[in-house]
């Protein structure tokens, strides 16, 4: 009895971790629910600019689309929804997969909400990149943008996910502060 009145804990903490989200397949204008049955959108409503690239070469769902920026110094994502004053969580991935033919490896910057930023270096075509970073928003909206740091390469995303975080979720995180997290797997 105690073992299962355990587990319920458990399991009710991780359903309450995660308030709203919106996760957006970049590329594509169609929703879809993936293999871990969760829903994601297309970008339509979230940008105007950049240009649908599809990647064959990858098992998940939401890596098998992109979109990458050749014009303007800078490409933004905004609209997405969050709890004004909350703490959200944003996650963005990219999948290279060589979508343009060239194998090279791009380097571009990403902003998020105007003022936490980070180089994002590819490495490797076929090895997804992650950046995550968790923040206090400034209003019920966010925006994620991508910058251009060079001729060269084109700046690209094939995913943005992005969850309100419960309340007493990180608290020493004050206003104008960031938490980045940068994995390869």
């Known amino acids: 009895m105690a073992s299962a009145l355990l587990f319920l804990l458990f399991f009710h903490s991780i359903i309450t971790l995660s308030i709203a989200s919106v996760n957006i397949d970049c590329g594509t204008s169609l929703s879809s629910v993936d293999n871990n049955n969760i829903k994601w959108v297309g970008d339509t409503d979230f940008i ?3 240009v649908s690239a599809t990647v064959s070469s990858t098992t998940e769902k939401s890596h098998t689309t992109l979109r990458y ?3 303007d110094e800078s490409n933004c994502y905004s609209n997405i929804p969050v709890t004004k ?3 959200v969580l944003v996650r963005t991935m990219f999948y290279y997969g060589n979508y343009d033919g060239k194998f090279s490896s791009p380097t571009f910057s990403i902003v998020f909400e105007g003022k936490h930023g980070r180089t994002v270096s590819i490495t490797s075509a076929f090895v997804p990149y992650i ?3 968790i923040f206090s928003p400034a209003s019920g909206e ?3 943008c991508f910058v251009r740091t060079s ?5 690209f995303v094939s995913s943005i996910e992005v969850v309100d975080l419960a309340d007493g979720m990180y608290d020493d995180l004050g206003p104008g502060e960031g938490l980045f997290y940068q994995q390869r797997i």
Not at 151 to 155: A, E, G, L
């Open 151 to 155: 001729t060269s390469s084109d700046p």
């Open 142 to 144: 966010t925006n994620v």
């Open 48 to 50: 105007t600019s950049g």
């Open 69 to 71: 920026f050749p014009t």
């Open 85 to 87: 004053g909350g703490k």
């Open 131 to 133: 950046l995550e970073l």
